[in-house]
């Protein structure tokens, strides 16, 4: 009884899923230990829970089996029965046992239910058990070892249309058609089947607060900060490239974990649609897209004014929402002094001071304004003729050092280039979709330090003594604000060299030149390399 047990549970179990399955029991009387609609674990269960008791109620138990399926006229039907013994169940009906045993054969018959039958031992009705499979155009097998029995019945389920489920993890596939095939050997023998994939990858790509909660995760929101969109995939982590954009344009994705950066001071506000493609070696593996709600944000404009007294300046910074274009126009006692691109301006302050005043303009005029008063410069006690002897002195030494900065022209035996182990520090302030593509970098070595690498973007970079610019050039001899450089594209640059105020001229010593990849610019002690962007050979390539 054991070894039938587990062969009809291995028999149910390679059936195909599409297969129904239903279990009767009878020793004394039959009975339906699990319907069809009860499913295949309850079948599962059913005959685990069968044990060798009481009489042999044989012609009842198929009975049984016929009426289960008699409503289920479409698909193969068959009843596999197990028998270790003659019909001795209750009397069903009127009429002799041979009488009884007649009428069974013709139910077998009528059913159009294939019988597969298994006489278990000598004590079996093997005459009646062949006699019903043969009418039912089934099988029948006397059984009466343990192996044998495990043997026909993995026959049995071949030919019942048995199947064997084979799970195959594969990596991450781009979507479109495949062809799978499948080499097997079945009764000994080679078989080959073949068939179409179709890969979607539906669900594979998650986006937004949908799934990964709120999109504003960093940065606070009612400041103007970032969105950041998470993304979550289940391919394994860093098998596939991210890319996103919203309206053609594209958006920056950082990686580990991915997620898309959103300045919302770039877009209009209101719903946003953004879309997220996922590729594997250059094939698209999965898309998806989340729709940002952009918040109204009020223009800003701020002034500040920091530096020595000897080298002040005036930092300006503003921006206005979807507003590339927006300038920034400061102006010293009604008199501009200076204009430029938002989001920042930096203006050198005369010793004199004065009322700064500030305008964020765009295409609809003003947008925002700011002002601050700037105090005049302490000025010395000294003699008046002392002080115009300084002051001389001071003239003569700056057009005697015409240049602020110079441009290098490297020897073969001593050209510095770039090692490519470069640490990262620049900084960033984007306002605009084009703010986010670098244009170049600068390489500047320290003497006896370590390089480090800033990227150059459509905003110029600062350089001098200032903790305040961008490149800060730790040396005595170079000012507070000592030059601006300016990516040109085509691989050119453009160094602006700023002099010190004079109060007595209304002239400036000041230093424009045009610098071209590869060639480096001399800072004090500081030697700065430029790498363009676009260039094909020896640009950003060569640090990255």
Request: some cysteine; overall charge negative.
């Amino acid at each position: 009884m054991a070894a039938a047990r587990e062969a009809a549970i291995a028999l149910v179990q390679r059936l195909a899923p599409g297969d129904q399955v239903a279990v009767v029991s009878f020793s004394d009387w039959p009975a339906v230990a699990s319907p069809f609609e009860a499913g295949r674990d309850a079948a599962l269960a059913a005959l685990a829970s069968l044990e060798a008791t009481g009489n042999t109620a044989l012609y009842g138990a198929l009975d049984e089996s016929f009426a289960l399926l008699a409503p289920r006229d479409s698909g193969a039907r068959a009843v596999v029965v197990l028998s270790d013994g003659e019909d001795h169940g209750a009397t069903f009906g009127d009429g002799s046992a041979q009488e009884r045993r007649a009428a069974s054969l013709d139910a077998v018959g009528a059913s159009r239910a294939q019988l597969y039958a298994f006489a278990l031992g000598n004590e079996a009705d093997h005459d009646y058990l062949q006699e019903a499979a043969t009418r039912s155009g089934g099988n029948f097998w006397s059984v009466t070892e343990q192996g044998a029995l495990e043997e026909l019945f993995e026959h049995l389920g071949d030919r019942l249309g048995s199947s064997t489920e084979v799970s195959i993890a594969v990596p991450p596939m781009a979507r479109g058609e495949y062809a799978l095939e499948l080499r097997a050997i079945v009764g000994g023998e080679a078989a080959l089947a073949s068939t179409s994939v179709r890969v979607t990858n539906e669900g594979m790509l998650r986006a937004g607060p949908r799934d990964v909660g709120d999109l504003r995760d960093l940065a606070a929101p009612g400041a103007g900060g970032p969105f950041v969109i998470a993304l979550e995939s289940s391919a394994p982590d860093g098998a596939l490239r991210y890319a996103a954009s919203t309206g053609g344009e594209a958006l920056e994705v950082l990686g580990s974990p991915p997620r898309v950066l959103l300045d919302p001071w770039q877009f209009e506000p209101g719903p946003l649609p953004v879309a997220v493609t996922a590729t594997l070696n250059g094939a698209i593996v999965a898309t998806t897209t989340v729709e940002v709600d952009v918040p109204a944000l009020a223009p800003e404009l701020s002034v500040l004014i920091d530096g020595a007294a000897s080298s002040r300046h005036a930092t300006v910074r503003g921006r206005a929402q979807a507003a590339p274009d927006a300038r920034i126009v400061v102006a010293l006692d009604g008199e501009v002094i200076a204009e430029g691109a938002a989001p920042e301006v930096r203006v050198p302050l005369p010793a004199t001071g004065g009322a700064l005043t500030a305008r964020l303009v765009g295409d609809g005029g003003e947008l925002a304004s700011a002002a601050s008063a700037v105090q005049a410069t302490p000025v010395s006690t000294a003699s008046t003729a002392g002080m115009m002897m300084a002051l001389t002195a001071v003239g003569l030494a700056l057009l005697g050092g015409v240049f602020v900065v110079r441009r290098r022209k490297p020897k073969e035996q001593d050209h510095w280039r770039p090692t490519g182990q470069t640490m990262l520090v620049g900084r960033r302030l984007p306002s605009s979709v084009d703010a986010h593509r670098t244009r170049g970098v600068v390489i500047v070595r320290p003497p006896g330090g370590e390089e480090r690498r800033y990227e150059i973007g459509w905003r110029p970079l600062s350089f001098g003594s200032d903790p305040g610019c961008d490149v800060m050039i730790d040396d005595r001899s170079v000012a507070g604000l000592h030059a601006r450089l300016y990516a040109l594209g085509n691989g050119d640059f453009r160094v602006h060299g700023i002099a010190p105020h004079r109060p007595l001229t209304s002239t400036r010593q000041d230093e424009w030149m045009v610098v071209h990849h590869g060639e480096q610019i001399a800072i004090g002690e500081y030697l700065l390399t430029v790498l363009a962007e676009d260039a094909a050979t020896g640009g950003l390539e060569e640090i990255a």
